[in-house]
């Protein structure tokens, strides 16, 4: 995961350029982009922690985006936030169905919005199991290097 990184779907120009000030001035670097395909290509690439998707966008909505990351184990534990102004119960729920961690309505507060991804980021990071070296738990840091012998 990119420490601090958050993903930004979005459509609309002007809710992107605001979600990526607010979510800056709150200390988290963003990339934002204008649709779920090329999100989906950054998510793979860049590997967040967090992603701020958009439900109804071009290309791919936030629906798959959500669920991609969640089929996809470099990114699965990425904190994901659904981003709408779908308000219907039966819409928060195929978020959630998704693999989304939060199903926020549009327009938010920011201070709401902020809150809520610091709560998820911390949720999905206590979660993760503890490795007792570095990555692949290993003394050397090597996730790839073999362990065993083989004969």
């Known amino acids: ?20 000030f607010t979510l800056q001035a709150a200390g988290f670097p963003t990339i934002a982009v204008a649709d779920g395909r090329n999100a989906a290509d950054i998510l793979i690439y860049a590997a967040p922690v967090g992603l701020i998707a958009d439900v109804q966008m071009p290309g791919m909505n936030g629906l798959d985006l959500c669920r991609l990351a969640r089929r996809t184990p470099a990114v699965h534990n990425t904190a994901v936030l659904l981003f709408s102004a779908k308000i219907q119960r039966l819409d928060a729920d195929a978020g959630m169905a998704a693999g989304a961690d939060r199903y926020l309505r549009k327009p938010t507060r920011p201070r709401h919005l902020i809150a809520e991804l610091r709560q998820v980021i911390a949720d999905r990071s206590a979660a993760l199991p503890a490795t007792p070296h570095g990555a692949g738990g290993r003394p050397d840091g090597d996730p790839f290097a073999l362990v065993g012998t083989f004969r």
């Open 1 to 20: 995961m990119n420490e601090n990184l958050i993903l930004i779907a979005e459509d609309d120009a002007d809710v992107r350029e605001l979600l990526s």
